[in-house]
C-alpha cells in the first residue's frame, strides 16, 4: 500500500488565522441545505473588509457583541473558501473547530464598512421602477 497525500482544498488560507474588528454581524438565517449560520464583515486593515460566514450560530452573541463594542478579535482554525457573492474574491469560513480570542492591540483603528458601490448601485436601480412592480435580487 503506498500513502496518500490528502490535497488541499483550492484557496484556503495557509496560515489559518485572521486579526481585525467584526461588523455587521446579521441575524441567525437558515441555508438552502437547512443549515443555520450568520453572516458578518471582518475588517482586517484600515480599509480591508472581507465576508466572514458562521456555521457555528453558539458564537452569534459573542460576535454580535464584538462587533457592537469594536472589540478586536483574532479567529483560527478558519478557511478562505471562494466567495458565493462576489467572483474573484474569497469568504472566511468559521465552524465549530474554529478559535475566537480576544486581542489586546492592532495596527489600525475600526472603521464601520462604507455600503458597497454594488449595493448603491442597486437602490438607484430600484429608485427607477414604476410603483407596484415586483423587485428581485
Request: proline fraction near 5%; hydrophobic fraction near 30%; include cysteine.
Amino acid at each position: 500500500m503506498s500513502s496518500q497525500k490528502l490535497l488541499k482544498r483550492p484557496h484556503e488560507n495557509e496560515d489559518n488565522e485572521v486579526d481585525g474588528y467584526l461588523h455587521e454581524v446579521s441575524p441567525i438565517k437558515m441555508s438552502r441545505s437547512n443549515n443555520r449560520y450568520f453572516n458578518a464583515k471582518i475588517q482586517t486593515d484600515r480599509e480591508r473588509y472581507s465576508e466572514l460566514v458562521c456555521f457555528d450560530i453558539g458564537r452569534h452573541p459573542v460576535m454580535k457583541t464584538a462587533a457592537e463594542k469594536l472589540t478586536p478579535v483574532k479567529l483560527q482554525e478558519i478557511r478562505e473558501v471562494p466567495s458565493q457573492k462576489k467572483g474573484g474574491s474569497t469568504d472566511i469560513l468559521v465552524n465549530h473547530r474554529s478559535i475566537l480570542t480576544v486581542t489586546k492591540h492592532l495596527k489600525f483603528q475600526a472603521r464601520i464598512p462604507k455600503p458597497s458601490d454594488e449595493l448603491e448601485m442597486e437602490i438607484k436601480k430600484i429608485k427607477n421602477i414604476a410603483a407596484f412592480n415586483k423587485v428581485s435580487f
